[in-house]
């Protein structure tokens, strides 16, 4: 898919200010995923992927707090941590805390988190899917990670984290590469952002570098890009021009429009565009009234 590799860094700096800033500290699969799934607009199993290949990277670890059990229709449950000691620390500090917490207030005595743990870890199944268990699990393994990043800590460096993760996203860095020129010429056609009157433009003469771009890559692929890098003026250029006028393409416009201004809440810089999404998502909608109604010719998809 268009935009993996990127998609993949800011998660990482998602997990990682959640670390940092969220409410909770740890985001977990339980609620995080449907949440990461609208932000990116893409399915659940890809986030899920995308999280394999930040934890391959070194980006992050991710621990399993609560184990699927088919019997009793628990799915199981994962936390997202940054691999990073500082971070890593403070939430190992923090879940220590919570563990003695929930052991005195069940138990009505206190012990120490490596008490606890060294207590009630042989007997976890029975814990599974508790607030306990999940805090014992979480405890244990930051414990654990705390150590490989002490010994190991060269294979979580800024630069080995790049590399790893652009080995992994080489085939869609390398198309990205080819795919310049052709992004290139139109960012300097398209100068400066600015929205147009909703009217049909005039056909351009046969624009090469869009040929030759949608004969390398799919149009979802370009049109993503142009999301990507907020080129909101540029896609409706290439509505107005023809060069979009399938109705499934502009109905991909439309909607990822519709999950972007969703989004205004959570990234600064996507709610200075707020009033060009909303501008051409209701010229793409007008575009798709119109084919439905047969005003405009359409190409069958």
Known sequence: M???FKAALELAEVIKKENLEGKDKIPTSETFLRIW??????????IRKILSSLKESHYIFIINIVAPDPNLFVYGEEAYICADLSILNDLKKSAEDTLEKLYESSNYKRKSAFQITRELFPKIKEYNNTPLGRSINLVVMLEEYSRILNTANFEYTDQWK???????????INAMDEAAPYLNAREQEAGKRAVDQIREAPKEKVDQNWIKATQAFSVEFL???????????????LIQTGKLKEEKDIKLVRDTLQVME?????????KRYESEMI???????????MMRQGIIQKTNS
């Open 279 to 289: 501008e051409l998502r209701r010229y793409c909608q007008a575009k798709l009234n």
């Open 2 to 4: 268009a935009g993996t």
């Open 262 to 270: 969703g989004r205004t809440g959570q990234d600064r810089l996507l």
């Open 37 to 46: 799934a609208g932000h990116f607009s893409r399915s659940e199993e890809d």
């Open 162 to 172: 790049r590399n790893q993760i652009q080995e992994v996203y080489r085939d869609e």
């Open 223 to 237: 049109i993503r890009v142009h999301f990507r890098k907020y080129e909101f003026d540029v896609i409706k250029k």
